[in-house]
């Protein structure tokens, strides 16, 4: 059996060993002398704590025995040779020593990182300098973090560049800014972060001429939300897709530097509500986020009805290539605003309608999409309330070329219970004397 394993070429034993867990790699070294120290070549790093706090082992001594793992893993793999390095921790330790691991990962020029540390992890200056100096090497940077306070060195130019950086994943990084910061990221693709502060009194302007994707998701706890973060701007020319959410408002200003250049975007904003907290300007803020998007094709914009009112619409321009508008549980009058600003659209898929002012609507102009172009409305959580009845009936006798109307009954609605028949009944009956539309029920 040595024998056979002996004969296996170098490039093939670095191969099988680097597609195991670096502790199993390590072990496998010892079947064979000529595996003995193949072990320092592998060319993926899978270090976990959790490996070692199994429950057959002595938890007292895993914690030293991980970290004299990790310093020899460290120590013995050669500068250069690492493509990727994954760093998960589940248990505490010294901020140090973490910096200490971080730095020496990013030393040895590490083209995909990913660190998940359950505990605080505050970047020390040299880390912090490091990063920023000294990573075109990066390809891949992923940060999950409980909490990691990074102060952003000052730069000698007044901007940083990684130069190979593809995909930017952060979470609950918290960055300290004391001057106007450009980040030039040239073959970006990807840029998702979760709960990160951008502390600063200057703007950061993330430029990525590649960024496909942006996902930005913000649950702040109400404390946090008394600090103020700075106004992050994009720079990209050809954005795919776009997601903003968050709980109670949006805690940092966004702008697209050129927002023409979104046109084929997908575009997905949803802030939903915590408890009793209600931000008056949580409306306007999401509107004035929205409005930079007005050339899309596409629109999930889910707001409760509470923050959203047709006087903070009014900022909303005409969205004059938007073909499908999938909105919350809104009002008939932010309904009938978002209709009047959509000219051409095709689908319309909303959670269902708080209230319908008849009066309102028999005396507004009917929206040029009712008329022309609007040939799909689906109800995805049908109450099958009044106000939800008076509009799918204002759809069948105003919408001209419309198709198909679809119900999906909210969680708790029977099929086959009065309330829904009756709804069904005064439908139909609708339908018949105005429309011939197909009448779906989920």
């Known amino acids: 059996m040595e024998d056979l ?15 195991l867990p670096t502790k199993d790699a390590v ?5 064979s002398k ?13 270090l976990d704590d959790g490996v070692f706090y199994s429950q057959r082992r002595n938890k007292s001594g895993a914690k030293q025995n991980f970290i004299n793992f990790v310093n020899r893993t460290l120590l013995f793999t050669p500068r250069n040779n690492v493509e990727s390095l994954s760093l998960v921790i589940t248990k505490d330790y010294d901020a140090s020593l973490l910096n200490a691991w971080i730095f020496c990962i990013l030393e040895k020029c590490v083209k995909k990182i990913c660190i998940n540390a359950i505990c605080e ?39 940083f560049t990684f130069g190979s950086l593809k995909v930017l994943n952060l979470c609950a990084i918290i960055f300290t800014i004391e001057e106007s910061l450009v980040i030039h990221l040239p073959v970006l693709t990807k840029f998702k972060t979760k709960n990160c502060l951008w502390l600063s009194a200057y703007d950061v302007t993330v430029e990525a001429p590649r ?12 404390l946090t939300r008394e600090l103020r973060s700075c106004k992050i701007k994009f720079s990209a020319s050809c954005l795919k897709e776009f997601t903003y959410c968050g709980h109670d408002g949006i805690m940092q200003p ?6 023409s250049v979104a046109y084929d975007a997908y575009v997905n904003i949803i802030i939903y509500k915590r408890g009793s907290i209600v931000d008056r300007e949580i409306g306007s803020s999401a509107c004035l986020l929205l409005k930079q998007f007005s050339q899309v094709k596409c629109i999930k914009f889910h707001i409760w009805g509470e923050a959203l009112t047709q ?16 909105l919350g549980f809104v009002s008939g009058e932010v309904l009938m605003s978002f209709l009047q600003k959509t000219p051409f659209l095709n689908t319309l898929v909303f959670q269902g309608i708080s209230k319908f002012n008849q009066e309102l609507l028999n005396s507004a102009v009917v929206p040029n999409c009712l008329a022309s172009t609007l040939k799909v409305v689906k109800f995805d959580n049908a109450r099958v309330s009044e106000p939800e009845l008076f509009c799918a009936k204002f759809f069948m006798e105003h919408c ?37 539309v197909i009448l779906e029920f989920d």
């Open 400 to 436: 001209i070329v419309l198709e198909r109307m679809n119900f999906s009954l909210v969680n708790g609605r029977k099929g086959k219970s009065p309330v829904i028949e009756e709804f069904k009944e005064k439908l139909y009956l609708s339908k018949k004397e105005v429309s011939s």
């Open 27 to 31: 072990r496998t070294s010892v079947l």
């Open 311 to 326: 006087q903070k619409m009014a900022v909303l321009p005409t969205f004059a290539m938007l073909s499908h508008l999938d």
């Open 34 to 46: 000529k595996w003995l120290n193949h072990w320092i070549s592998i060319t993926k790093l899978d």
């Open 5 to 19: 394993i002996s004969n296996l070429p170098d490039s093939l034993i670095t191969h099988i060993i680097s597609c």
């Open 254 to 259: 966004i702008v697209l530097s050129n927002p």
């Open 121 to 159: 992890v505050p970047f020390s200056t040299l880390t912090s300098h490091y990063l920023f100096y000294h990573s075109n090497y990066l390809e891949e940077l992923v940060l999950k973090m409980c909490c990691c306070a990074i102060k952003v060195p000052p730069s000698s130019y007044g901007y």
């Open 211 to 222: 960024l496909k994707t942006v996902c930005i998701k913000e649950d702040f706890k109400p």
